[in-house]
């Protein structure tokens, strides 16, 4: 099983501040199959990228993803407000996992 | 628009059998490499993968939880039901329906139902 291992797990930082997520898997991960969602109290997930790096639809482009093989990485380059949430990584190369999360909250 | 629909107990004893229905709209199974999918996501916790089922009625499982994993499909009903058996405290969670895009990332989400394993 691809056992996916994000950090930090938490980022305490202000709004306008750039975020740097990461998600590391056991495995390489072949064709960038890994997403990432965003998740808000009470909420369903939503997925925000896809293939490492493609934005789902409607997603702003101040979210980034990139890495490949083993370490991928999401960047938010300026936070607003209603991007302090939870993010998970999830593969999809060998079957699904998704990892551990990290929250993103007001410094 | 896609939907998705959790429905069934949200309070089960331990030993006993939970069964979901996930009821969708939107979309059919029929459609080439689409799945449909359960996510659950203990309280305060990540979330964990458990099964899919496509439209071929082909389906994949959790490792670790696939002794006590069903599922199933009643395409012409647009929904999909997901057992799993000997619950236990521990599987008390939000167990997510979700829609599953042909290459394997989750693209719709249903609202999760909580489900609370008590004696």
């Known amino acids: 099983e691809v056992v996916l291992t994000q950090s930090p797990g938490t980022l305490c930082l202000s709004p306008g501040e750039r975020a740097t997520l990461s998600c590391r898997a056991s495995?390489?991960?072949?064709?960038?199959?890994l997403a990432w969602y965003q998740q808000k109290p009470g909420q369903a997930p939503r997925l925000l990228l896809f293939?490492?790096?493609t934005r789902a639809t409607g997603i702003p482009d101040r979210f980034t993803g990139s890495g490949f093989g083993t370490d991928f990485t999401l960047t938010i380059s300026r936070l607003e407000p209603e991007d302090f949430a939870v993010y998970y990584c999830?593969?999809?190369?060998?079957?699904?996992?998704f990892g551990g999360g990290t929250k993103v909250e007001i410094k | 628009q896609v939907t998705l629909r959790e429905s069934g107990p949200a309070l089960v004893k331990p030993t006993q059998t939970l069964t979901l229905t996930c009821t969708f709209s939107?979309?059919?199974?029929?459609?080439?490499?689409?799945?449909v999918g359960w996510v659950r996501q203990p309280p305060g916790k990540a979330l964990e993968w458990l099964a899919l089922?496509?439209?071929?009625?082909?389906?994949l499982f959790s490792t670790s939880l696939r002794p006590r994993l069903t599922i199933s499909k009643d395409t012409s009903r647009n929904q999909v039901v997901f057992t799993v058996t000997n619950m236990d405290p521990v599987d008390t969670a939000t167990y997510y329906c979700?829609?599953?895009?042909?290459?394997?990332?989750?693209?719709?989400w249903g609202q999760g139902l909580l489900v609370t394993v008590s004696s």
């Open positions: 939107g979309f059919s199974l029929t459609t080439t490499g689409v799945s």
């Open positions: 293939a490492g790096s």
């Open positions: 979700v829609r599953i895009h042909s290459s394997g990332w989750v693209d719709n």
């Open positions: 495995q390489s991960i072949s064709s960038n199959y």
């Open positions: 089922i496509d439209g071929d009625d082909d389906n």
């Open positions: 999830q593969q999809y190369s060998e079957s699904f996992t």
